[in-house]
C-alpha cells in the first residue's frame, strides 16, 4: 500500500485560492497582509460613513417632527371667525343728545350691543330671551365687540339712528368650538348645546366666516385669547436685541483682541482667562439675579426695560463672544503678523488691518451664537421684571416691554384653550426671528471671507 502525498504545486495553488481574510496570518506575505489590513480600514470607514449619514437622517427627520407638530397646532391661531350683527344706532340707547366727535366717544355701545343682538335671537315661541339665555347669546360674542361698534360709527357718523350690519369678533371659546368643526348643534368644549344651535342659525344665515387673524401681529398681549398679539413682545425682543447685539459684540471682540494680542501672558491674564471660561458656565438666572441686585436697585435703572434686559444679556454673551474670537484670532497664520510687522506696520496696524479682518469670519459665528442664545433666554429677564403683562407696544429702550419667549412663557400657563394655538405660533414666530438673524450674519461671513 503506497502512501499519497500532494505535490507542492498543488499545496500553492490551494494557499493561493483561500481567501486573504481566512488564510493564516503567519502565511500572508506583506503585501497581501497590507491588502487585508486596507480592505478593513475601508470596512470601517464605510460602516462610519453610513452611521453618521443615518445619524443625520434621523436628527433631520426628527426636526421636522417638531416643527411639523409646532406647525400643526400653531395653523389655529393664524386664522379667526367674525360675525355679521345686525346694529342698530338709536340715540336713546346711545344716550347721547348730538353726534359731536366727544359725544360718540362716550355713548352707551354695550347697551347698543345688547339690544341688537337679543333682537336677532327671538325663542321659537317668539317671546323675549330669558336671563338665562340673554347671558349664554351675550357670551358668543367677543368682549371687544362694543369697542368695534364704537371704532364703527365713529368713523361713518351718518349711520347713528339707523340699522347697519357690523363684523365683530366670536368669542374665543365659539371660536376654538368652530375650528374643531363639531357636529351643526352639538355641544361640545364650553359651548352649550343652545348656542350651538345658535351659531348653526347664525352660518345658515351666512353670517359668519374665517378670516386670516392680522391682528395677531397687530396687537399686544390680552386677557382675552382672541385679541392677543405679539406686536408687543416682537417690539420689545428686537429693542432687547439691539441693546445686547451693541454692547457684547463691540466689547466681546474688543477683549477677545486685547488678550490675544496686545495682554502679557502672565498670572493676571491667565486668572482673567480662567473667569472667562467659567463664567461661560453660571447659570443664566445668576445673571437675572445681578441686574436685579445693581442694575436696578443700585444703579436705579426701571424695571421690564430693554436697556436692562439687553444690559443682562450683554453679561451672559460676553464670555461666549470672547471665547469664540480669540479662537478666530487664535487660527490667524502668524506668517500674516510677521509678514506686516517686517514691512513697517505697527502692532496695531497689523491687529486692524490684517489679523481682524481675517478673524472676522469666525468672530461673526461667535456673535451669531451669542445672540442665539440670548435670543431664547427667559430666566435672567424673568428676575428683572419683564413676565408683567403689557398691553402697550414699547416706543424706546427705557419703556416696559417684555419678550418672545417671556411671552410663550406666560401664554403656555394660561388655561384658555385658544392661547395654545398663539403660543406654538409664537414659537413659530421666534424661530423665523432666529432663522432671519442666522441668515443675515452668514451673508456678512461670507462677505468676509471673499475679501
Known sequence: MTNSKPSAKSTKKDETSMPLSTTPSSKLSTTDKVKLSLKNRHKKESRFKRTGFFAVIFGFMLVLVLIGDIGSKALPAFHQHWVKLDINYQNNWLNIDDTSEENLKKANYRTVLKKSIYHMFPTESGKKLSRKDKRQVFKLFSTNAEFT??????SSPEYLNTQTSVWVRLDDDVDSYLKENFAQGEAGLRITKQQAQWLVKLSDENRIESRFNFSFFTASDSREPELAGIKGALTGTLLTMFVTLLLSFPLGVAGALYLEEFAPKNRWTDIIEININNLAAVPSIVFGLLGLAVIINLFGLPRSA???????????????IIIASRAAIKAVPPSLREAALGLGASK?????????????PGIITGGIIGVAQALGETAPLLMIGMVAFIVDVPTSIVDSATVLPVQIFLWADSPERAFLAKTSAAILVLLAL???????ATMLRTKFEKK
Open 149 to 154: 361698534l364704537k371704532d364703527y360709527l365713529i
Open 348 to 360: 496695531m496696524q497689523v491687529t486692524f488691518s490684517h489679523v481682524l479682518p481675517q478673524a472676522m
Open 434 to 440: 432666529l432663522l432671519v438673524i442666522n441668515v443675515t
Open 306 to 320: 430693554p436697556l436692562v434686559g439687553g444690559i443682562v444679556l450683554t453679561l451672559m454673551t460676553l464670555p461666549t
